[in-house]
């Protein structure tokens, strides 16, 4: 029987990233490793191609039959079938209702029963936990920062799932209202009057606006709340943190861990190593357990 090869995907609202895996080191193959733009508002027969165009470039010299696809996809998705639910979401309008796994099978010659799909968030947390900032602890939290709010949960014996938590209630609205871009950009307008259009830009200002600093204060102040009650009920290990927001950890960790300890909880705390990178390795060790017999698995 031909000796699988695992390729992780990343789909991004603008982006594909694909590579091989090389599933005993946990490492990314870099050399084999693609990112491309893609038009989410193209026609679902562009979107395809883009991707497989990619996922071929990865997959160079592969046989088909030997190829196992993990994609880690935002939602609303249907994981198990393959079916997009994205829609009025500015991205993949185009996909939603369609079965995804079976056209990318047919583009790319793949069987479809070696094509799996998990969450993005679940993929991050899990790539963290096989071969990133995560390694060796058994239980853990994850949520990624930036646009929207990605969360979710892992344990050794389960592996990671989706928390679904962006919409849980929290303040007078919802978490993804107060741990996400929109939140940066709306605070720090409300402080300084200046309009901001990411938070790379609201960081810039620090060097001569204190407002910018108020607003990272803040931010770290709402996410601890956030988390206090899920670090009491889960007990992790360890809570892992991605998306770009994440890259600005160290001007908020100061404030958050404070207000943790302040209310009884000493967690340790830890910026993901490389979310995208991570993503794709945890989208490749799940297709593993799900699309290989044990005895062609490589772990």
């Known amino acids: 029987m031909q000796q699988p090869v695992f ?158 938590l962006w919409r849980s209630p929290f303040r007078s609205g919802i978490a993804e209202d107060y741990l996400s871009t929109r939140w940066f950009i709306h605070c720090y307008h409300k402080l300084s009057g200046r309009q901001v259009s990411n938070v790379k830009e609201l960081l810039e200002q620090r060097p001569h606006d204190k407002n910018a600093d108020k607003v990272l204060d803040v931010f770290a102040v709402n996410l601890a709340a956030f988390l206090l009650p899920l670090i009491k009920e889960k007990e992790p290990g360890v809570v892992l943190l991605g998306g770009n927001i994440s890259r600005a950890y160290d001007l908020f960790a100061g404030t958050l861990i404070d207000t943790l300890l302040q209310n009884g909880v000493d967690i340790c705390m830890q910026q993901a190593e490389d979310g995208e990178t991570a993503a794709m390795l945890g989208a490749a060790h799940a297709c593993m357990k799900y699309t290989c017999p044990p005895d062609l698995r490589l772990i």
């Not at 893609?38 to 562009?46: D, F, G, I, M, S």
């Not at 071929?56 to 696809?69: M, Q, T, V």
């Not at 994981?79 to 979401?89: A, R, T, V």
Request: glycine share 12%.
């Open 7 to 164: 390729i992780g995907v990343d789909i991004g609202g603008s982006h594909i990233s694909a590579a091989r895996i090389d599933m005993n080191a946990a490492i990314v193959l870099h050399q084999h490793k693609v990112r491309r733009s893609v038009n989410a508002q193209a026609t679902a027969t562009e979107i395809i191609e883009a991707w497989a165009a990619a996922i071929r470039k990865a997959a160079i010299d592969i046989p088909s039959n030997a190829i196992h696809l993990g994609i880690a996809m935002p939602g609303p998705f249907d994981y198990s079938e393959g079916i997009s639910g994205m829609k009025d979401q500015g991205k993949y309008d185009s996909l939603f209702g369609l079965n995804v796994k079976a056209l990318l099978a047919d583009a790319l010659n793949v069987p479809a029963k070696q094509i799996f799909f998990m969450n993005d968030a679940a993929c991050f947390l899990q790539g963290e936990m096989f071969g990133g900032a995560g390694r060796g602890k058994r239980k853990a939290i994850g949520l990624t920062l930036g646009t929207g709010l990605g969360s979710a949960w892992y344990e050794e014996e389960t592996g990671a799932m989706d928390a679904d």
